[in-house]
């Protein structure tokens, strides 16, 4: 089974912590040069470093600001591309109950994934076709699957991003080009534990009294590591999955209901 990615550029998003930064480590130890995207440029340079050898290369870009996002990815392509492999990630809209969200709630989630996404996307894909070969996965969430309680504005729109990939999916592949979503369960993130906090908060309990709810729930009866997460990316991005397209794969320990 093929699933060295040398001689492959791959660019990250989100990928100064959680399972953005541990995708990046899987790839760039599989062999690919990096390139990660992320608002912060002190963490970007740290990240980058940790990568070891190679052209690694990091853009900071945040997708609060869309125009601002697409004039530096792509001065990027035009300098370092082309690249083989995208991974779509930002970080989940805030929690709360969707009849309580604002009109502008959608709005900037909308912009941050669904429109960040096209405009990485089309960066790249004059690239990929070129070289016949292409990797488009996007980081969602188990919500496209089965809602998530208290993530109204989140449940909505990363169901608009698996459609959109699901339709990209069926353009592409004439040109050796994949798109995939991975759905990651409970992982152990920054984000996670965030919500934690305000979920506890509204209610009046303790952050630890949120998680093992979480847990029972898990029938592996733990939170995921983020590296657990990026194997699955990592395997979806490489020569080895060039005939899985157009899927929703869940990463979740077993927790979703649904086939």
């Not at 660019?11 to 608002?39: D, W």
């Not at 082309?82 to 929690?95: D, S, Y």
């Not at 912009?111 to 016949?132: D, T, W, Y």
């Amino acid at each position: 089974m093929n699933i060295e990615l040398t001689g492959r550029k791959a660019i990250i998003c989100g990928s100064t912590q959680g399972m953005g930064r541990a995708a990046a480590k899987e790839m760039a130890s599989m062999g690919a040069t990096v390139t990660l995207v992320a608002r912060n440029e002190e963490s970007l340079t740290i990240v980058r470093d940790s990568l070891g050898d190679g052209d690694h290369q990091a853009v900071c870009a945040d997708f609060g600001e869309p125009t601002i996002l697409e004039e530096r990815i792509n001065a990027h392509m035009e300098r370092h591309g082309p690249f083989h492999i995208l991974v779509n990630n930002t970080g989940g809209p805030p929690p709360g109950k969707i009849a309580d969200a604002t009109s502008n709630d959608f709005l900037e989630a909308f912009s941050k994934h669904l429109l960040c996404n096209q405009i990485m996307v089309k960066a790249v894909l004059p690239g990929m076709k070129s070289e016949e070969y292409g990797r488009i996965i996007n980081i969602i969430s188990t919500s496209v699957k089965q809602p998530i309680v208290n993530l109204g504005v989140s449940n909505t729109t990363r169901g608009a991003v698996a459609s959109w990939a699901k339709t990209l999916s069926r353009e592409v592949a004439p040109f050796g080009i994949t798109v995939n979503n991975i759905l990651p369960g409970t992982t152990n993130t920054a984000r996670l534990h965030s919500l934690f906090a305000n979920i506890a908060s509204k209610q009046g309990m303790k952050p630890k009294d949120i998680e093992e709810e979480w847990r029972s729930e898990i029938p592996a009866g733990r939170i995921a590591e983020p590296e657990e997460i990026a194997y699955a990316i990592a395997f979806l991005a490489s020569p080895a999955a060039s005939y899985i397209n157009g899927i929703n794969l869940p990463v979740d320990g077993g927790r979703l209901m649904s086939l």
